[in-house]
């Protein structure tokens, strides 16, 4: 026979352990499913940001160096063990999963280890156990997309997921996409010495971003000797035991030969598992579920939130969505606000952005006044070791309210929350111009605007 729950919901990443604690503390009884306890946290916890996040401190700490000799501090580098990185990430990934599973326990959520498949719109198959529930969320995530022309193979050919399983260092990479992750992963791989190709089929890198924001990462790239190939075409690729050949048309046909080729093309949504028409949920031509505002199926009982729908593919977004669609499921009426939600890419420099952004503002014919200010001049991005970058507000001309904002440079994934919150509470770059700001401190650029 069946068991039975108030709520279900499939996966463990941020957007589905978040929607159990919701649903676990308002006192329904809910059930969280996940191939197994080693999955929550997701993707984001287990080979996402997290893991990015760590191997970006190293990275950090490398570039740093030099500029430590100059505040007096003399050291020997001896260069970074993977081994060691991979054993320092893996013990912060499991400290972290344990805080999880310790609120999961608090707030009664029950856990199913097994692969989630609906029989109907109110039954699920796990691995063999039968569950019917009242309400559903969906949380299944995304995983990386591959090329056709050049298969993911564990050795030669990775994805990020592998790429934390490295524990010796490669000579040379082929980075191929210049999203957040292709960009990350550069930063991370050029700070350790690797010889780092990136391959962007756009004509600039970080193309969601502004052109003068991505226009200072590349410059940083190319100072720091990633070699950047935009508007480039992958024609094609040949594996061979040492390493892989690419060919690459950008104005001229390039040879590249590398270690490591790491694809980083994208995501998809992971909902093949699902077989989502037995429930009559619908999904788009990609695979991912179509929710309304309020994050709703097409079945009025199931929700779905995070990668697996076409929105914003970033844990905060995740986390947001399922506070959303776990409110609605207790009987509120939320809608979405994912249009301030702020993008942040942890290279060096750091990139941030929330709101409209200006080329966005231009598209859509809007009246807007922009205000830019450069980090040259603000004294803690100094002494931090990097006043590249700016920070820029987009202002609507008639009414004076922030519209948005973007800033490339040192801090600027933790400072743009003030600009998350001017734009959430619809504050006029007037009365943002009166607070103070501490001084010296990166943030002062908003007061130099
Ligand atoms: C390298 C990398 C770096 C990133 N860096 C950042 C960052 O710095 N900041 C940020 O905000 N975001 C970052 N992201 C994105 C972030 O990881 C995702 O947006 C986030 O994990 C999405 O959460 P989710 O809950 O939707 O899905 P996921 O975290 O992908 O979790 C989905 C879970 O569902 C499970 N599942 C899937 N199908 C089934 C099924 N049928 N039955 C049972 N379980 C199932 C999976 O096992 C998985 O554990 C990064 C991603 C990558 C790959």
Redesign the pocket.
């Known amino acids: 026979m069946a068991k039975h729950y108030d709520a279900v919901v ?7 352990y978040q929607s159990a604690l919701h649903l676990g503390i308002s006192g329904m009884k809910t059930l969280l ?3 197994g306890k080693e ?11 997290i ?3 760590a191997y970006l401190k190293a990275a950090r700490y490398l570039l740093s160096a030099p500029s430590m000799s100059d505040f007096g501090i003399q050291m020997q580098l001896e260069g970074l063990d993977m081994k060691r990185l991979k054993e320092k990430t893996v013990l912060l990934k499991d400290e972290l999963r344990s805080g999880v599973l310790w609120q999961l326990e608090q707030t009664g959520v029950e856990f199913l280890a ?4 609906f029989l109907d719109p109110h039954t699920l198959d ?1 691995s063999g156990e039968t569950i019917s529930f009242d309400k559903c969320i969906v ?4 995983q ?1 997309q591959a090329l056709a022309s050049l298969p993911l193979d564990g050795k030669r050919v990775l994805s ?2 592998e790429l934390f399983e490295l524990e010796t260092l490669p000579a040379s990479i082929c980075i191929i996409g210049g999203g ?2 292709g960009c ?1 992963f550069a930063t991370f791989f050029s700070a350790l010495g690797c010889e780092v190709t990136l391959i962007v089929r756009s004509s600039a890198l970080l193309s969601s971003e502004d052109e003068d924001v991505s226009k200072v990462l590349l410059k940083a790239f190319k100072k720091r000797g990633i070699r950047v190939l935009t508007s480039a075409t992958l024609q094609k690729a040949e594996v061979k035991e040492e390493g892989v050949e690419l060919s690459v048309m950008t104005d001229v046909q390039e040879q590249i030969s590398c270690e490591l080729v790491l694809c980083a093309t994208g ?1 998809l949504p ?2 093949q ?2 077989e989502t028409q037995n429930a009559g949920i619908e999904c788009d031509a990609k695979g991912f579920i179509c929710v309304n505002g309020t994050f709703q199926t097409s079945q009025k009982h199931i929700y779905a ?4 729908i076409n929105t914003l ?6 986390y947001a969505e399922a506070k959303i669609a776990a409110h609605n499921i207790l009987g509120g009426s939320l809608r979405e606000n994912t249009h301030i939600t702020p993008s ?1 890419i ?1 290279t060096d420099p750091e990139i941030a952005s929330c709101g409209l952004g200006e080329k966005a503002a231009k598209a859509q014919g809007r009246d807007i006044e922009i205000k830019k200010a450069f980090f040259k001049t603000n004294a803690k991005a100094k002494i931090e070791g990097d006043d590249s970058g700016f920070a820029k507000l987009i202002i609507c001309a008639q009414s004076g309210m922030i519209l948005g904002a973007s800033v490339v440079g040192v801090e600027a994934t933790e400072i743009i929350h003030e600009m998350v919150l001017a734009v959430e509470k619809q504050v006029c770059y007037q009365e943002f111009k009166d607070i103070i700001h501490v001084h010296p401190s990166v943030s002062e650029i908003f007061r130099y605007l």
């Open positions: 499939i996966g463990a990443g941020p957007g589905g499913i996940d191939k999955r929550v946290g997701g993707t984001c916890l287990n080979e996402g940001c893991s990015s996040k097994g692969t989630a498949r796990v949380a299944t995530g995304s990386a990020s997921r957040l992750i990350e995501r992971f909902t598992l699902l939130v995070g990668d697996c593919a970033y844990a905060h977004t995740a942040a942890f």
